[in-house]
């Protein structure tokens, strides 16, 4: 199995940042695309950020030029740097990870969620 480990949400005013960090752990053979991905209340889950092990990138619109996605492949850690927050970007953020556990198995996780919130 592999867990995902999120950090880092909170409460923060309209303008500000945050820094979200999710640790993939657990029978890991390789990690490719890691993401981020928010639910606000009443809405389904969306994107907001992906990530490859090569680095190439991918933004939902509503943030573009204001997150930005990294990751370390040594730690299978992502981030996700929230800069100029708007109330719409509150919500629950959930990290996603997608790989191989072993050469032969696939793996798809999800983490808990960690709650951001942006007061107006």
């Known amino acids: 199995q592999v867990h995902l480990v999120e950090s880092g949400g909170g409460l923060v005013q309209a303008g500000g940042s945050l820094r979200l960090s999710c640790a993939a752990s657990?029978?890991?053979?390789?990690?490719?695309?890691m993401g981020w991905y928010r639910q606000a209340p009443g809405k389904q889950r969306e994107l907001v950020a992906l990530i490859t092990s090569g680095g190439s990138t991918n933004y939902a619109d509503s943030v573009k030029g204001r997150f930005t996605i990294s990751r370390d492949n040594a730690k299978n850690t992502v981030y996700l740097q929230m800069n100029s927050l708007k109330p719409e970007d509150t919500g629950v953020y959930y990290c996603n990870a997608g790989g191989r556990a072993t050469a032969l198995t696939r793996f798809d996780s999800w983490g808990q969620g960690t709650q951001v919130t942006v007061s107006s």
């Open positions: 657990g029978s890991i053979f390789s990690v490719n695309v």
